[in-house]
C-alpha cells in the first residue's frame, strides 16, 4: 500500500467506522467510495472543500463549482457541478449517511440491506449513486486491493462490545 493510501485510510476510517455504525452500511464501501471520488483525498474537492464523496449542492448549502467527469448517455464528458463544501472529513463522513439516508432509491435499492461489501457497491450503482457503469467493480477492487473489509470485522466487533457493555447488568454480591 502507498505511503498517501495508507495515510488517507487512517485519517478517513474512525469517520468511516462512526457513520456506518447501525446503519447497514459497510465502512469498507465508505472508505472505497471516498478514495475513488477523492483519489485518496487529493482532489481539490477534498483537500480544499473535505468533500470526499462528490456530493452535490443543496438549495443554501455552501458551495464550490468544479468540472467534472460523467458518463452521459454512454459517453465521457466534462460537466461543471455544484458542490458540497464541509468543515471537516468527519462532516463529508456525516453528510455521506444524510446524503443516502434522504433520498429513498437507496434503500429501495437494497443499499441499507446488502449482505456485504459486493452486494451494496451493487446496490449503490442500481440505484444511481454514479454514472461511471463501473462503479460497482471499482469499489469492489478498492476494498480487495486495500483489505478494506477488515474495517468492516472493526466495527462489527466494536458494535458487539457496544451491545454488550449496554445491555449488562451489574453483578449483584451475595454475602
Known amino acids: 500500500m502507498s505511503q498517501q493510501a495508507a495515510t488517507f ?9 462512526a457513520t456506518t455504525s447501525g446503519t447497514g452500511l459497510f465502512p469498507s464501501i465508505a472508505l472505497a467510495q471516498a478514495a475513488l471520488e477523492s483519489r485518496f483525498g487529493q482532489s481539490i474537492l477534498a483537500n480544499r472543500y473535505n468533500n470526499l464523496f462528490g456530493i452535490k449542492a443543496r438549495p443554501g448549502d455552501l458551495y464550490v463549482t468544479l468540472p467534472t467527469w460523467e458518463v452521459i448517455n454512454g459517453r465521457n464528458v466534462t460537466v461543471r457541478e455544484r458542490f458540497a463544501v464541509y468543515e471537516s472529513f468527519a ?3 456525516r453528510q455521506r ?3 443516502l439516508k434522504a ?5 429501495k435499492w437494497g443499499v441499507f440491506s446488502a449482505r456485504d461489501y459486493r452486494a451494496q457497491a451493487r446496490a449503490l450503482q442500481a ?3 454514479a454514472t461511471d457503469p463501473k462503479y460497482a467493480t471499482k469499489l469492489i477492487s ?3 486491493t486495500y483489505k478494506l473489509a477488515a474495517y468492516d470485522e472493526q466495527a462489527k466487533k466494536k458494535e458487539k462490545l457496544s451491545a454488550f457493555s449496554s445491555s449488562s447488568q451489574p453483578l449483584a454480591l451475595v454475602s
Do not use: C, E, K
Not at 485510510?9 to 467506522?17: G, L, S
Not at 433520498?103 to 434503500?107: A, E, G, Q
Open 9 to 17: 485510510f487512517r485519517r478517513a476510517a474512525p469517520h468511516a467506522i
Open 91 to 93: 462532516d463529508s463522513f
Open 97 to 99: 449517511l444524510r446524503f
Open 103 to 107: 433520498n429513498p432509491r437507496y434503500t
Open 127 to 129: 440505484a444511481g449513486y
Open 142 to 144: 478498492l476494498v480487495q
